[in-house]
């Protein structure tokens, strides 16, 4: 199977890539325009295809010195296995070419993103919205569910 890498964000149909997200799955059905405003905002982008098909993408936040933080890395689960979240990965880290590599992953990816040589953080912290949903899905240890400034 030819899988291609496009840096291309201009011929992306933000629709299509709304539902990989759903299908991958990586949550609920994305917004279309703010899914287009995130990976234009974003330094590194890459997006896989078989053929005409997008079938894998993902993006990453960087400093261009430092640090990158990788988002949203998601293959259609009939193209998973296959390498090319693996290829979507080492492309990111790669081209971000920065000391410190930092990664936002699923809930249970662990051991996928592990291989690369990615470890647990002690010291990450996040503000979320609906705190006890995410602590349910595994994605924020307890704590309080208010927050002040």
């Known amino acids: 199977?030819?899988?291609s890498l496009s840096t291309d964000i201009d011929s992306i149909s933000?629709?299509?890539l709304a539902r990989l997200f759903e299908l991958?799955?990586?949550g609920k059905k994305r917004d279309p325009e703010k899914l287009e405003i995130a990976f234009r905002n974003s330094l590194l982008k890459v997006f896989a295809f078989h053929d005409t098909k997008l079938v894998g993408a993902g993006r990453a936040l960087s400093d261009g010195v430092w640090r990158v933080v990788i988002y949203?890395?998601?293959v259609l689960p009939e193209y998973q296995g296959k390498g090319i979240g693996s290829t979507i990965i080492r492309h990111l880290v790669q081209s971000a070419?920065?000391?410190v590599v930092?990664?936002?992953a699923a809930p249970g990816k662990e051991a996928f993103y592990e291989r690369f040589g990615f470890?647990?953080?002690?010291t990450a912290m996040a503000i979320m919205p609906n705190p006890e949903e995410r602590r349910e899905k595994g994605f924020i240890e307890s704590g309080p569910t208010t927050r002040s400034h």
């Not at 470890?119 to 002690?122: L, S, V």
């Open 1 to 3: 199977m030819e899988i």
């Open 14 to 16: 933000w629709e299509e």
């Open 24 to 26: 991958a799955p990586l």
């Open 72 to 74: 949203d890395v998601a």
């Open 97 to 99: 070419n920065v000391e």
């Open 102 to 104: 930092m990664l936002y």
């Open 119 to 122: 470890r647990k953080m002690k």
